[in-house]
């Protein structure tokens, strides 16, 4: 069968253009469809970037640009009984999470995928497939009516209703929390510091008070006890004194709602799919799990899950030996990292529903104490941060794999590369979509050069950099591998759970895929060896 596309990508949102920003920096062709007639650009119901998603962002060129339209978060602060119980704070060498409404984060995506070639195709949505085992076949209802696509694989990136998930017959098990919330965007006016976002633990239910970039406030509550609950019409919109009374009754100091940009009511569900693949259909983001927004850590979950699914698509569009292998990897990295997700969104949901004098006392108490301690700040905000994940019991990482490589195994410092009088900082040689291979050759020049022909026929998907002292800068300097050379200061070497190693593996995504000791780099390429046949789908 003729597979005219390789990846056709569902659903507009974070996960989908992150995951189509991925392939097109690889040159691998993609379609982005959404079955919206356009993206709101004020409904935002996601606010928070964390450090592991900003990471995937940085790699795509845009981060930058998030951060200043963004606001950058200094603290979270918890209150219960109008008492201040602990604050939270950013950086100082730990995570800083950037407040940017979604809408504005999708803008920024989707300028850049347009910089690569793709334009998000509005009003078009997936209608019926097909997979027939070497492709899918595609049934799209757009603007000028219906196509049929064939297309080597579909990512569902289309939210908790997918409509790839439905016709994949993929279960979406979970529950639905029997409470009710609102939020509430707009003209509120607070004493409030535009670097903070606050908790109240209202025995009726939680307040969260956030600053908006633009200005204005956004209050998020818990709606089910809010002051004349048993007359509100559910399907009605907020009023703003509807949410004025809620903010009276729970704020620990004044707020006051002048005006509301955007409301909505809605529930909260934790779910997850049964299985993130059914063939060559794959989901990521929200078909395959939702939770609370307790953490903000749903655009985050799924940012990375289309960066992790898009590096791996578009190797085995390359043309892989073992492309089961490298997307057995997917699921097996980004479901457990769901499930901690989901456990501490959870977690988190049924503290903010505590209403016993007893239960209130116990937990405002063991929250103060994680606050005074710096608890919350060494161990919760790490893991909200996503940004140091633990794959190594991943089918797809070899020998000493599964971490990320900068700041676990190797140092990030300035390198000098050969023939530049300019130094740069090691990280910025492994943003590309290639895999990275580093070698720490010291003076073993004839090893370095055996690794490089080894390499060679592989570059069409890996780069190879040589980390070398100043002394073996000379005999370097005019051979065929100086363009791969860079100077590091002396003594640099992988340390950590890379200690030992003169060969390490990078993968797209900053992880280690396979490290060794010996410079002999044929085992640790194998995985990226292609497959014997050619690839029937274009790159681009």
Known sequence: MTVALPVLVVGAGPTGLALATELRRAGVACRVVDRAADRPAHQARALTVWPGALDVLRRHGIADQVVA????????????????????????GGPVPVCEPQPTLERIQRARLADLGVDVEWGTELIAMRDTGDAVEAVLDGPAGQELVTTAWVAGCDGANSKVRELAEIRFTGKTYPRSYILGDGDIVGDVPRDEVHYTLH???????????????????????????????????????????????????PLEVRDLVWSTRFQVHLRRAERYRAGRVLLAGDAAHIHSPAGGQGMNTGIQDGANLGWRL??????????????????????????????SSDQQTRLWGVRSRIGRKVRDRVLARMGRTGFLE??????????????????????????????VGVRDVDVQPLGETAAVPLRSLLTGPAHVLLLWPGADVAAARAALAAAAP??????????????????????????????????HEPHGP???CRAVLVRPDGYVAAASPVLDVAELLAPLRPAAAPVAAPLA
Do not use: C
């Open 69 to 92: 339209s963004g606001l950058t978060m200094a603290a979270s602060k918890y209150f219960s009984d109008g008492k201040l119980l602990a604050t939270v704070r950013f950086g100082d």
């Open 203 to 253: 025995r009726d239910g939680v307040l969260v008070v956030v600053p908006l970039p633009e200005g204005g406030l956004r209050v998020f509550a818990d709606a089910t006890r809010m002051p004349g609950a048993a007359d509100v019409d559910p399907e009605a919109p907020l009023t703003t004194a509807q949410l004025q009374a809620l903010a009276d009754q729970r704020a620990p100091y």
């Open 314 to 343: 578009a190797l085995i569009t390359r043309g892989v030996a073992d492309h089961e292998r490298v997307l057995a990897g997917y699921e097996a990295e980004r479901g457990p990292v769901a499930t901690q997700v989901m456990r």
């Open 378 to 407: 060494r161990n919760v905000m790490p893991a909200m941060a996503q940004d140091d994940l633990d794959h190594t019991a991943s089918p797809a990482v070899g020998p000493n794999g599964g971490r990320r490589a900068l700041g």
């Open 458 to 491: 592989l570059a069409d998907r890996l780069e190879v950099r040589l980390l070398i002292p100043a002394d073996a800068a000379a005999e370097l300097a005019n051979g065929p591998e100086a363009k791969s050379a860079v100077v590091v200061p002396d003594g």
């Open 498 to 500: 890379l200690a030992g």
